[in-house]
């Protein structure tokens, strides 16, 4: 009596085990999911020369660094907001300029940049204008 009593207590921890690790399982597959819609791994920017008043439309892939005529460009990061009504894009940008006769290595914009108000952290430069454009 004593041994079966022993094994039927060993199936039901055993199988308390296997549906807690089926719970982790789901909850960790559900925030993976939920994470790539918002977050991603390109971000679109749009630079405006002011001198010759032209538009170039980049992409950057997240965490590479790109030179664009006289700055050199970086995006570190990029998320779209969850709301759909008003969306609102996001990006960690770091800009430096290589004309920079000091050759400090002070950036001439490093930090958040949002596309509905770019005016919140404004990239100030006197031949570039940048803003966001999209991020996927």
Do not use: R
């Not at 199936?11 to 999911?33: G, M």
């Not at 791994?41 to 006289?70: M, R, V, Y």
Request: charged content about 25%; glycine content about 4%.
């Amino acid at each position: 009596m004593l041994s079966k009593k022993n094994i039927l207590a060993g199936k039901t921890k055993f199988i308390l085990f296997k549906a807690t690790i089926f719970v982790y399982f789901f909850v960790l597959l559900n925030i993976s999911i939920a994470d790539d819609g918002l977050e991603g791994a390109f971000t679109d920017l749009q630079i405006l020369d002011k001198i010759s008043s032209k538009n170039t439309l980049i992409e950057l892939k997240n965490g590479e660094l790109i030179t664009f005529k006289d700055l050199s460009i970086k995006s570190l990061k990029c998320k779209n907001s969850e709301f759909d009504d008003n969306p609102e894009i996001t990006a960690y940008i770091q800009v430096k300029d290589s004309t920079d006769k000091n050759k400090n290595e002070v950036f001439v914009f490093n930090g958040w940049m949002f596309s509905s108000s770019p005016s919140i952290t404004p990239f100030d430069h006197p031949v570039y204008d940048v803003w966001l454009v999209k991020c996927y």
